[in-house]
């Protein structure tokens, strides 16, 4: 089983991967973005954060781990 984040995961490219990457049902995928995911389904996926925030996205990466 693998375990992907994808930051920026909302946009074009991102949500492109991330439909790709959960196809395949042995990954984990999570997004992290400042935008609500435009595809419905990926909206479990999605994790609203801000990267500039450092503690809460070193807390989320450990706890994702």
């Known amino acids: 089983m693998s375990k992907i984040i ?3 995961g909302s946009g074009f ?3 492109n991967l991330i ?3 959960i196809e395949n049902t042995i990954n984990i995928v999570l997004n992290i973005d400042i ?3 435009k595809i419905e389904i990926q ?3 999605w994790l609203n ?3 500039r925030n450092k503690d809460e996205l070193k807390m989320t ?3 994702f781990n």
């Open 49 to 51: 954060l801000d990267i």
């Open 43 to 45: 909206k479990t996926n």
């Open 19 to 21: 439909s790709k990457l």
């Open 13 to 15: 490219i991102g949500s």
């Open 35 to 37: 935008a609500e995911p």
């Open 61 to 63: 990466l450990e706890q």
């Open 6 to 8: 994808v930051t920026g």
